[in-house]
């Protein structure tokens, strides 16, 4: 069975300052590791996934994830953040036995303030 | 049309009334799921289709929910005899030819609301 933990339910930043939204995972096999934005009232889009290869992975509006297999972990960062960037952010996992299933978080809420 | 579609964006229902909820995927797109998201919770799993495959069905939450999808496109969720706590936002995403790392693109779902 999988599962993915992000333990921030909120975080608060104010613009311009970095930001780190956390995501771990339990697995017995190999996965892939994405992350997902949802702007109020639309719908989840993809922000970056990690397949293989090297370990970080760089996505749309400036976001970056490292894949750190030893801490199960796929954290995501962005050096500056703005105004724009508050959302709700969501990790999912699925794995390559069965790529066809994706196991999401429960959420973290970034409140980006001027 | 461009995106995934869903109809309608609010339903408000009395408790023990069914409700229909639908889906219009991107076109072209063979693999069609449903999720819920509760307040404060992740996304559920509910159902998965696959092109003309059997549905995974493994996580709908009781056999008060069902779900089909007519002519490999259109997908409508069932809930028969709502209760309170099936109050949620019902989501939607499609995909298109299997594989490793696939994107899902999602509806902007449907808030569905139990009196």
């Known amino acids: 069975a999988q599962s993915v933990t992000q333990l921030d339910s909120q975080v608060p930043v104010f613009e311009e300052a970095p930001v780190e939204l956390r995501c771990n995972y339990s697995?017995?096999?190999?996965?892939?590791l994405f992350w997902y934005v949802q702007y109020p009232n639309q719908g989840l889009q993809l922000l970056l996934k990690y397949l293989s290869g090297s370990t970080l992975v760089k996505g749309i509006n400036g976001f970056e994830a490292e894949f750190n297999k030893s801490q199960t972990s796929f954290h995501l960062r962005k050096p500056s953040v703005h105004i724009s960037d508050t959302a709700e952010y969501f990790c999912a996992v699925s794995n390559t036995y069965n790529f066809n299933k994706f196991y999401f978080g429960s959420g973290t809420k970034l409140n980006v303030k001027p | 049309g461009a995106g995934v579609s869903q109809s309608p964006s609010n339903k408000v229902t009395e408790k023990g009334k069914d409700v229909e909820l639908r889906c219009d995927p991107i076109s072209g797109h063979t693999a069609l799921y449903w999720y819920r998201q509760s307040l404060g919770q992740g996304l559920e799993f509910l159902i998965y289709?696959?092109?003309?495959?059997?549905?995974?069905k493994s996580g709908l939450p009781s056999d008060r929910f069902s779900a089909e999808r007519t002519g490999g496109s259109v997908s409508t969720l069932t809930i028969q005899r709502t209760q309170q706590e099936d109050s949620a936002v019902y989501l939607c995403?499609?995909?298109?030819?299997?594989?490793?790392?696939?994107?899902?693109?999602f509806g902007s779902g449907t808030q569905l609301s139990v009196l």
């Open positions: 697995s017995s096999v190999s996965v892939y």
């Open positions: 995403a499609s995909s298109s030819v299997p594989g490793q790392g696939k994107e899902l693109f």
């Open positions: 289709f696959q092109g003309n495959s059997a549905p995974d």
